[in-house]
């Protein structure tokens, strides 16, 4: 597929996420490393929602590692249980937290950041990291949010 990807602006976040779900799965087509995927992942969210940080962060050696995303620098690695990547991880299910200043444990790697979703990756029913989404505004993310980007990683899961 061709690297251009085409980019709803004025339609209703379920529209925008229909229109670039296809996208995502054409771009992973074939190839089959890891890090390119989740990297072209990032990007095309990125471009379709203008997110203030989009990313995944990949379990080595009992910890989340910093993976590729599109965004202001970030913390390097988070322990299991800690802040909301690391809960997620901890209870291996998708977490939405309308304002992060409220989340018991938060770590703050960007000030701006104000709302979080973060879901589990799996691969061959194993977790193996976290895609973490961060908004500059608060109750920025919903169940529409969940349901397709759960659908966006079930591309991942090969």
């Known amino acids: 597929m061709a690297e251009d990807l085409t980019i ?16 995502i799965q054409a771009l992973l087509t074939g190839e089959t490393d890891l ?9 095309a969210m990125k471009e379709q ?13 009992d910890e989340l590692v910093l993976g590729p995303f599109q965004g202001p620098v970030a913390c390097t690695r988070i322990k299991k249980g800690k802040g909301v ?5 901890e209870q291996e299910q998708t977490l939405i937290v309308p304002n992060v200043d409220e989340f018991p444990g938060h770590i703050a790697c ?4 104000k709302s979080e979703i973060v879901l589990p990756l799996f691969m061959r029913g194993e977790i193996i990291g976290v895609l973490d989404v961060d ?3 608060l109750s920025h993310f919903d169940e529409i949010d969940a349901k397709y980007l759960t659908e966006i990683l079930r591309f991942l899961d090969v």
């Open 8 to 23: 709803l602006k004025e339609a209703s976040k379920e529209e925008q996420y229909q229109s670039i779900l296809p996208q």
């Open 35 to 43: 890090i390119a995927n989740l990297a072209n992942v990032c990007a």
């Open 49 to 61: 929602f203008n997110w203030f940080w989009v990313g995944f962060y990949l379990i080595k050696d």
């Open 85 to 89: 990547c690391g809960s997620s991880w």
């Open 110 to 113: 960007a000030s701006a950041s």
């Open 135 to 137: 908004s500059e505004h």
